[in-house]
């Protein structure tokens, strides 16, 4: 039964390799047959890829020619640029070491004006404080010189106010001195009338055949006597008005030799330093200084010119400088 059972099973086994190289078979045919076409297929599509990789190859290299220009001028581009940027650069450099140099010159041009205005800075503090100083003294100066040349304007004011009195009473005592004189002359007019009387009457008693009595005797003598009298007196009286029209004359002469001119000038120097006072505030220190001059000179002249007048009138006629009550 083993056996049987055996060979059932070796002849099953049998049945199925056979089948299975059957089926094998029928497989082989169909790859051969399937690699057969594939190998028609790939023999038709490397005849294709050759003509295919023959143009490939030939595109290929004109490519690689097309590469190697393209290198060639990129090389060449690239040269070309990095000349440029390098000219570019140097040129940037040369600007930049230029700017920097203007820059330091001119960082040093202004320390140096910066340095020299801190020094025109101090010397304008320095200036102005002597200046400020300078104007206080000058200041001072021009109040004190403001001070004498108001004091001198005043004194010369009283001088001139002396001076035009006594040219006042000078001009009055010479109308009282013309009266004076006009009534010494009708004095003198009238003795003489007097004494023409006399003489007439003197001769009448001295003509002949008229008798001489005591009486007409004594009156004769009276007559003498007042007759002498009476020239002594004229004459005294003539050479009294002739001293007096000496002195007028002489007196007026020394006036006028003292010069109106100057007395015109004094009066215009005094205008003019009254005017330079009324503008003090404005004058400068020489201007002052010269008004005061002025001043002092006008003051020295008008003291001399009427100690003149009055040593002129001490001289001649004293009288005239006499206060009448």
């Known amino acids: 039964m083993h056996s049987s059972n055996f060979s059932s099973s070796n002849g099953s086994t049998e049945d199925l390799f056979r089948d299975s190289i059957d089926s094998c078979d029928n497989d082989i045919t169909e790859k051969v047959s399937f690699l057969e076409k594939k190998v028609t297929e790939l023999e038709n599509d490397?005849?294709?890829?050759?003509?295919?990789?023959?143009?490939?190859?030939?595109?290929?290299?004109?490519?690689?020619?097309?590469?190697?220009?393209?290198?060639?001028m990129v090389k060449d581009q690239e040269t070309t640029a990095e000349q440029a940027l390098e000219e570019e650069a140097r040129r940037h450099r040369e600007a930049y070491s230029k700017l920097e140099r203007e820059k330091s010159t001119e960082i040093e041009l202004l320390h140096t004006r910066v340095q020299q205005l801190e020094e025109e800075n101090t010397e304008l503090r320095t200036t102005v404080t002597r200046l400020k100083s300078q104007t206080e003294k000058l200041d001072e100066e021009r109040?004190?010189?403001?001070?004498?040349?108001?004091?001198?304007?005043?004194?010369?004011?009283?001088?001139?106010?002396?001076?035009?009195?006594?040219?006042?009473?000078?001009?009055?005592?010479?109308?009282?001195?013309?009266?004076?004189?006009?009534?010494?002359?009708?004095?003198?007019?009238?003795?003489?009338?007097?004494?023409?009387?006399?003489?007439?009457?003197?001769?009448?008693?001295e003509r002949p055949g008229r008798g001489r009595s005591s009486s007409s005797g004594l009156g004769e003598f009276s007559?003498?006597?007042?007759?002498?009298?009476?020239?002594?007196?004229?004459k005294r009286l003539?050479?009294?008005?002739?001293?007096?029209?000496?002195?007028?004359?002489?007196?007026?002469?020394?006036?006028?030799?003292?010069?109106?001119?100057?007395?015109?000038?004094?009066?215009?120097?005094?205008?003019?330093?009254?005017?330079?006072?009324?503008?003090?505030?404005?004058?400068?220190?020489?201007?002052?200084?010269?008004?005061?001059k002025e001043q002092e000179e006008i003051n020295f002249r008008l003291r001399q010119y009427m100690d003149k007048i009055i040593l002129a009138i001490l001289d001649h006629n004293p009288s005239i400088l006499e206060i009448k009550h």
């Open 223 to 234: 007559a003498r006597a007042r007759e002498v009298e009476l020239e002594h007196e004229i």
């Open 46 to 72: 490397s005849l294709t890829n050759g003509d295919l990789k023959s143009k490939l190859k030939q595109e290929n290299t004109q490519l690689v020619h097309r590469v190697h220009e393209l290198e060639e």
């Open 238 to 292: 003539k050479q009294e008005n002739h001293k007096l029209r000496d002195q007028n004359d002489d007196l007026n002469g020394q006036i006028l030799s003292l010069s109106l001119y100057e007395a015109k000038n004094l009066f215009a120097t005094q205008t003019k330093a009254q005017s330079l006072a009324a503008e003090i505030d404005t004058a400068s220190r020489d201007e002052l200084m010269e008004a005061l």
């Open 143 to 205: 109040q004190r010189m403001s001070d004498r040349l108001e004091d001198t304007s005043l004194r010369l004011k009283d001088e001139m106010d002396l001076y035009k009195r006594m040219m006042d009473k000078l001009r009055q005592n010479r109308l009282e001195f013309q009266k004076e004189r006009e009534a010494t002359q009708e004095l003198i007019e009238d003795l003489r009338k007097e004494l023409e009387h006399l003489q007439m009457y003197k001769l009448d008693c």
